[in-house]
């Protein structure tokens, strides 16, 4: 259909001072959809989302919700509905993960929005639920991960950001990340996803982007890239 997506890079690029990170970019995510990024370790995943959330300055084009991004601020883009969780899972370790949920969402403190998205995260992740008091320092890596996300989600964003969300976490709840994933995509969030393993990402995502170099090197519906010989052999051979 003819919708605008709620993401679009044109030619995007990203520099570490003379050196580009991320060349010529172009991708959009269709509202509704879950995109993933697949691509050798500093191919510039994380590179390019930082650029989205503002955090790092690019050239090119980018629109979210068929409005430039230009210059906006992190703050303003969180604002229009974005949100990433970093690779480094900043969390307020010496703070509860209920605490942890109440800052991520504070710019809608004393809402009813604020509380209905409290009560969701407890729906969304019982292992949470279960954990309100305890210090996010002493949670589990897939805990913090799922801490993480939820924190990222009390902003209530139209598009999240997830850096490596399955890093470093044993099968069983790495399997619980990606039913969170396809939950939220069911409650209309719109998901980009960085991920390792190739293999989930490909099998939850409805489009996918190799990105090697910088570079968007291979593109196309998830099921397709599943079947490519190319990305059977770099990213699926194994396992
Ligand atoms: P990984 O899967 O290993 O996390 P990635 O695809 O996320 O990799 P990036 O972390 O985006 O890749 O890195 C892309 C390139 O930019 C790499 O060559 C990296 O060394 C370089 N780079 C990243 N951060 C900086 C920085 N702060 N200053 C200079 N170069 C950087």
Known sequence: DGAAPLLALERFCVAYGRVEAVHEVSLNVPEGSIVTILGPNGAGKTT?????????????????????????????RVQDGMSLVAEKRELFVTMSVEDNLRLGGFRRRGTAAFDEALEAM???????????????????????????????????????????????LAPLIVKEVFR?????????????????????????????YVLENGEVVLEGPAADLRQDERVIATYLGIK
Request: cysteine-free.
């Open 48 to 76: 390019l989302l930082s650029a989205i959330m503002g955090v790092l300055p690019a050239r090119g084009g980018a629109t979210f919700r068929g409005a430039p991004l230009g210059r906006r601020s992190v703050e303003e």
């Open 180 to 208: 969170i994933i396809a939950e939220l995509r069911r409650t209309g969030v719109s998901i980009l996803l960085v991920e390792q393993n190739a293999r989930a990402a490909l099998e939850a995502a409805d489009y996918a």
């Open 122 to 168: 407890w729906r969304l992740f019982p292992r949470l639920d279960e954990r309100r008091s305890q210090l996010a320092g002493t949670l589990s890596g897939g805990e913090r991960q799922m801490l993480a996300t939820a924190r990222a989600l009390m902003s209530g964003p139209r598009l999240l950001m997830l850096d490596e969300p399955s890093l470093g």
